[in-house]
């Protein structure tokens, strides 16, 4: 298995889904992802390291920020995940010819939709960080933050998407490679332009942003050329760039559901932050530290749900439904016990994993009983992404979406809302785990009714 394992990382051998058993090649596919998207995380991660050195306000308005550039990207992202399941489908079915349409009229849209939202953003930066209620203080912090992400949109989506696209394909080495040399990039870049050391210029919070659209832009600029030199596999062609209205027509049908459940998520996270705005500023501070902790929980889950997709498209593809079902069954089963111990583990350590981020005692306590409450969930986080990640793979991206509603908009947020004039802001913490442990409920229940009408 070390052997198999020093393959895959050296990207010589291609992971083959379609074929053998599932708990190994899913082992392959998912691990590259979970560290590529606990690379995403480090962003969020140093931001918020190095701008607790500078201000409570500096990091309230990246807690603000966050929520707001996940929805803007999630906005078009439902593009990007129909194409990787065109891709896997494709890929499955051997048809080299229309894997490359697939990838390359992805590319077009998404760059097309990126440039629309980016400039939407910029211009309503302000508003809308207003309109989540942020303090007079946090909201020119914040604002310049999220103008610097909104012109470099392209950039900051566009890695995303090569992500997408080659983890269709099976490839999940060489985005994770990519990967990290950006987050390597952007730890060099952060503290260098937060507080001007040497001769750069002390731009602070807006120095955060710049040094995460630079070294995205740069991950960006390699993924270009990897997928238009064809050197991994997977080829994107200009010739096939011309626009296809039935192809656009096919990506929108299949994508628009998937974008509806991340904005949904996305929305409901903006929604919890009203109501977290409703306290102080050292609530609103830690919510955005633990938020960033759930992201690294939340993304690897994510990430081996994105792989069970990928897995469970190509094999509908081939034809092959049963072994598509058990690949969710395999994946849940692992990620169950995995997030578990790690929820087991900040629970026991929340209030040292918090100090890691401020060093005020009041944010510490306030995000220590949060990531406490939250940790007991963990697992179940991981179920209902995986299940989620396979209705998406039998094309059930609309049923995905409606099971996300339910969990957050029916459950998470009344409860939120509700909870907090007997509770305060444990209500809300509460409010997490309870939609994290009743969603995994409802999106296997869901998935086994729909992977049986596959038959």
Known sequence: MKSKLRQIFSGDTKVELTEGGIGKPLLYLSLPVVISNLLQVAYNIVDVFWLGRVSTEALAAVGFVFPVIFFLVSLGIGLSIAGSIFVAQNQGKSDSVATEKAASQTLLYISIFSVLIGITGYFLSEQVITLLGAEEDVIPLATDYLQIVSLGMILYFGFSVFNSLMRGYGDTVTPMLIMGGSVMLNMVLDPLLIFGWSFFPELGVEGAALATIISRGLGFAVGLYILFSGVKGLKVSL????????????TVFLGAPASLEIVTRSLSVNAILIIVGMFSTPVVAAYGIVIRIYSAVYLPAIAVSRSVETMTAQNHGAGKVGRAEKANAVASKYILG??????????IFASPVLSLFSSDPEVIAIGSEFLRILGLSFG?????????????????????????????WVIRIPFAYLSVDFMGETGIWWAFTVSNILGAVIGYLVFKKMIGREY
Do not use: H
């Open 338 to 347: 995995i997030l578990s111990v790690l929820g087991l583990f900040c629970i």
């Open 380 to 408: 179940f986080v991981g179920v209902k992404s995986i299940y989620n990640g396979g209705l998406r793979g039998i094309e059930r991206t609309f049923t995905s979406a409606m099971v996300a509603v339910v969990t957050l």
């Open 239 to 250: 010739s096939q760039m011309w626009p296809d209205l039935g192809y656009l027509k096919r």
